[in-house]
């Protein structure tokens, strides 16, 4: 494995009767974090896990925690997750007004800051967090439930979003969420991304999520040509 791509497993998928043997299993298949989805029924329709969920988590594994925040005023719940064992904590700009301040507050309690852009939002919203953020996350569905169609425009605002980066010399991870399969993921890693989540391509997989994450893994590795393969490894960390 080399750090300038990560897997982010979404648990989204997993079935929570048995999260714990899920988790273990897709860590020994090779994932590099887990990418837990906080849902409040406001910011999104969908309501699913909070601080307990990744509490529990922390206790599974020793790998990261990606926690995507889809909450309204996400600086409410910040240190809980933190507290709770989240490695990343990863904010919409929609739902921040000051998001640099936002991102002081993540990475003052020692987690990865991140910012996420909707579909629907102008890739320029995102300006104002270029230089404080660790990873920029460009959603590739509508955030709410796992299972939905990737949106192929979203592979120019990876773009988009890539030059950008490229322009202050940034290595904040480029991540991407929705509908990453072995079909859209060489797309989206060509248009710049680093770090690819997945819940149904895995957890969903016919011959099971070890099968899932082994053919994303192999997609990934096979991939030779890439933005980010010419940069230093040296430049990134989880
Ligand atoms: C959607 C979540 C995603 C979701 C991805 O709102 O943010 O992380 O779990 O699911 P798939 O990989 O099935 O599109
Ligand atoms: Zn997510």
Same mark, same amino acid.
């Given at each position: 494995?080399?750090?300038?791509?990560?897997?982010?497993?979404?648990?989204?998928?997993?079935?929570?009767?048995?999260?714990?043997?899920?988790?273990? @299993?897709?860590?020994?298949?090779?994932?590099? %974090?887990?990418?837990?989805?906080?849902?409040?029924?406001?910011?999104? *329709?969908?309501?699913?896990?909070?601080?307990?969920?990744?509490?529990?988590?922390?206790?599974? @594994?020793?790998? *990261?925690?990606?926690?995507?925040?889809?909450?309204?005023?996400?600086?409410?719940?910040?240190?809980?997750?933190? #507290?709770?064992?989240?490695?990343?904590?990863?904010?919409?700009?929609?739902?921040? !007004?000051?998001?640099?301040?936002?991102?002081?507050?993540?990475?003052?309690?020692?987690?990865?800051?991140?910012?996420?852009?909707? !579909?629907?939002? !102008?890739?320029?919203?995102?300006? *104002?967090?270029?230089?404080?953020?660790?990873?920029?996350?460009?959603? /590739?569905?509508? !955030?709410?439930?796992?299972?939905?169609?990737?949106?192929?425009?979203?592979?120019?605002?990876?773009?988009?979003?890539?030059? #950008?980066?490229?322009?202050?010399?940034?290595?904040? %991870?480029?991540?991407?969420?929705?509908?990453?399969?072995?079909? @859209?993921? *060489?797309?989206? #890693?060509?248009?710049?991304?680093?770090?690819?989540?997945?819940?149904?391509?895995?957890?969903?997989?016919?011959?099971?999520?070890?099968?899932?994450? #082994?053919?994303?893994?192999?997609?990934?590795? /096979?991939?030779?040509?890439?933005?980010?393969?010419?940069?230093?490894?040296?430049?990134?960390?989880?």
């Amino acid at each position: 494995m080399t750090n300038r791509y990560v897997l982010s497993s979404s648990i989204l998928s997993a079935d929570f009767a048995r999260l714990g043997e899920e988790i273990k @299993t897709v860590e020994a298949a090779g994932v590099d %974090w887990i990418h837990v989805d906080v849902m409040d029924g406001h910011f999104v *329709p969908n309501i699913t896990m909070g601080p307990f969920i990744v509490e529990t988590c922390r206790r599974i @594994t020793q790998l *990261p925690l990606d926690v995507h925040l889809m909450i309204e005023k996400p600086e409410r719940y910040i240190e809980a997750f933190a #507290k709770a064992g989240a490695s990343g904590l990863t904010v919409h700009v929609e739902t921040c !007004p000051d998001i640099v301040r936002t991102l002081k507050q993540i990475k003052s309690l020692g987690c990865r800051a991140g910012a996420v852009l909707n !579909p629907e939002t !102008p890739v320029g919203a995102i300006q *104002p967090a270029l230089k404080e953020a660790e990873l920029i996350l460009v959603m /590739s569905v509508h !955030p709410g439930y796992s299972g939905q169609s990737f949106m192929p425009e979203s592979i120019a605002r990876v773009s988009e979003v890539r030059k #950008k980066l490229d322009a202050l010399r940034s290595s904040a %991870w480029l991540e991407v969420d929705g509908g990453i399969d072995i079909h @859209t993921l *060489p797309k989206m #890693k060509e248009a710049g991304a680093t770090a690819f989540v997945a819940a149904t391509a895995i957890f969903k997989n016919p011959q099971g999520p070890a099968a899932g994450v #082994k053919s994303l893994r192999d997609v990934i590795e /096979s991939e030779s040509t890439t933005r980010a393969s010419a940069r230093s490894a040296g430049e990134q960390s989880s």
